[in-house]
């Protein structure tokens, strides 16, 4: 059966702080990459309905521009693709109202493991819509 995708959907915003800046000023490359992997691993387990994942690959990611503190920006992310044991989706953050991209990953692989961390079947292969 030929899988119908969803497209990005953008659950997560954040309100950009001080300690969220690098030495620039602007938004700091660490923080995001970090909410981006706490929301991938959110949605992947939503997705697989399945707590037990691990992130194991991210593609190349492309700052496209920055934001500065008070902007708003959030997290957008869609299923592409099933295997035995993984899930692959990607990612696109952008700010809240303007919707220009401050960045893109086009592929990050979570692996569902077993209790001694080997991969394991999910058994899942349409994406969950909810
Ligand atoms: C995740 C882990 C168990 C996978 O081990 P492994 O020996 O590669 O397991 P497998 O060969 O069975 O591969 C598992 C799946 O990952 C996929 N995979 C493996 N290497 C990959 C890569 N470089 N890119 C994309 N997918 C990859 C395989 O295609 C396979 O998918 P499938 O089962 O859907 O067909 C192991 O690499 C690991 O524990 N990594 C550390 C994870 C971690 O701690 N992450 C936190 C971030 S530091």
């Given at each position: 059966m030929s899988q119908i995708f969803p497209g990005l959907r953008f659950f997560s915003r954040k309100l950009i702080k001080p300690q969220d800046l690098n030495a620039h000023g602007?938004?700091?490359?660490?923080?995001?990459?970090?909410?981006?992997?706490?929301?991938?691993?959110?949605?992947?387990?939503?997705?697989?309905?399945?707590?037990?994942?691990?992130?194991?690959?991210?593609?190349e990611i492309n700052f496209v521009s920055s934001a500065k503190v008070g902007d708003v920006i959030e997290i957008g992310m869609e299923t592409i693709g099933f295997g035995r044991s993984s899930i692959k989706v990607r990612c696109e953050v952008r700010h809240k109202f303007t919707k220009q991209t401050i960045i893109?990953?086009?592929e990050i692989v979570f692996v569902h493991v077993d209790e001694n961390g080997k991969s394991?079947?999910?058994?899942?292969t349409e994406p969950v819509n909810d």
């Open positions: 602007t938004l700091f490359g660490g923080a995001v990459l970090a909410w981006i992997d706490e929301e991938a691993a959110i949605y992947c387990i939503c997705q697989l309905n399945k707590k037990n994942i691990v992130t194991k690959y991210m593609s893109k990953i086009d394991t079947p999910h058994g899942v």
